[in-house]
């Protein structure tokens, strides 16, 4: 069986995770900021914050950054639901905006044209996605949303060591906080880096950075510095002048969540982070030979070709019978999937307003769309034997 996505688990890995087991922690430890640190100082970023998975991750970025009832952000339909749920968790409201055809990414000029077909302040923020591993031009999205007061959430999820180039020429790594408020990643087995779940959060702004702390784990704070309660309350009973708060003594000040990480989870990530380049460039090997097997291969009307900074989680073609070549791939035990059906067209959307036509390329992209077989240990005998039975259905 040749999977579209599979973890990939070492000696190392395990021993990790065992040492992690045996140690004093198995949540709220050390072992966790390590990871937080680590994680931080590969993508760039001054800040990072591990939770339990990448949707607690996009929940809680929403929650910092203030969304409630009836505020209206913007987001692809062409991404897992998780990147608009987040904002209907808080009461907000959820406006898709279409895909550029030619890089399944949300397309700027559409957003833009959004945003200048209502009064300044109808949005609060954009959710760009990193669809598919490839990058998308954050430095764009960055120049509209100063010009219209919005926050970025970048969904990141498929994209570590994914970058664009701006404008100046530099390398810009998703998630590096430079043209987004937050960013995203998750750890799902399918990932780049795994850890059964789990996701990260990553920022360069400290008060967002010290709000998800609090809101990770249920709105509680022990920072003597943010008590708003007296020293007497906190110790039960009449104080000196000079008394200290006692050892014991927290504060929940917040409305928060448990959307901890534990620490073997976080012993997992490091030893995933160490190998993290070369499963990326064993991802671009791959989508080299796919783009070269279906250069002009007749019944595939468009792929992932190789693009400069593209983490390729998913390599996706279009073809013009998606149905007929799934099913042959399942029977030749080729597992591909399709990614994604339209946010916008799930039932729970559906019933909120949105309809077949609204985003006619995202629905095309839809109609056409399957995800190859794309993972690190995919062997070479096993990519050779995707590529014949593909072009065998088509032949």
């Avoid at 809680?60 to 009836?70: K, M």
């Avoid at 957003?111 to 959710?127: C, D, R």
């Avoid at 999820?157 to 906080?177: M, R, V």
């Avoid at 709105?219 to 009449?238: D, H, L, M, Q, W």
């Amino acid at each position: 069986m040749i999977p579209y996505g599979k973890q990939h688990i070492t000696e190392q890995d395990i021993l990790a995770v065992t040492e992690a087991l045996k140690g004093d922690y198995l949540t709220q430890g050390p072992t966790i900021l390590a990871f937080e640190q680590a994680f931080a100082q590969y993508i760039g970023c001054k800040y990072a914050v591990a939770v339990s998975n990448g949707t607690a991750a996009l929940h809680l970025s929403a929650l910092a950054l203030g969304v409630s009832e009836g505020d209206k952000v913007i987001t692809t339909p062409i991404t897992f639901a998780a990147s608009a749920n987040c904002i209907r968790y808080c009461g907000g409201e959820v406006v898709f905006s279409d895909i550029d055809s030619s890089t399944y990414l949300l397309d700027v000029e559409k957003v833009e044209a959004l945003l200048k077909a209502s009064p300044k302040g109808t949005y609060k923020g954009i959710i760009p996605v990193d669809f598919a591993g490839k990058a998308i031009n954050l430095e764009a999205f960055k120049k509209l949303a100063d010009e219209y007061g919005l926050w970025i959430i970048e969904d990141a999820c498929h994209a570590p060591e994914g970058f664009f180039i701006d404008n100046k020429g530099h390398k810009q790594l998703c998630g590096n906080g430079n043209y987004a408020d937050l960013a995203i990643f998750s750890f799902h087995p399918v990932k780049h880096i795994a850890t059964g779940e789990g996701g990260m959060i990553t920022t360069n702004n400290p008060e967002l950075y010290q709000k998800l702390l609090q809101l990770r784990t249920h709105g509680i704070t022990r920072e003597v510095s943010k008590f708003t309660n007296t020293v007497e309350f906190a110790t039960g009973k009449n104080v000196s002048e000079n008394a200290n708060y006692p050892g014991w003594y927290m504060e929940m000040q917040t409305l928060g969540y448990n959307y901890r990480f534990t620490d073997f989870q976080a012993a997992l990530g490091i030893s995933q982070l160490s190998r993290a380049a070369q499963g990326i460039i064993k991802r671009r090997q791959i989508a080299q030979r796919y783009a070269e097997a279906f250069d002009s291969q007749k019944g595939i009307l468009g792929q992932s070709g190789i693009v400069e900074g593209h983490a390729y989680h998913l390599y996706v073609i279009e073809v013009e019978d998606r149905v007929g070549l799934y099913n042959y791939l399942r029977e030749q035990q080729i597992f591909a999937q399709i990614h994604y059906i339209p946010c916008h067209l799930m039932p729970y959307y559906r019933s909120l307003g949105w309809q077949e036509g609204d985003l006619p390329l995202s629905e095309k992209y839809y109609q056409h769309c399957i995800s190859l077989p794309m993972y690190p240990t995919l062997t070479d005998e096993e990519q050779e034997y995707v590529i014949s039975k593909i072009k065998e259905f088509y032949d």
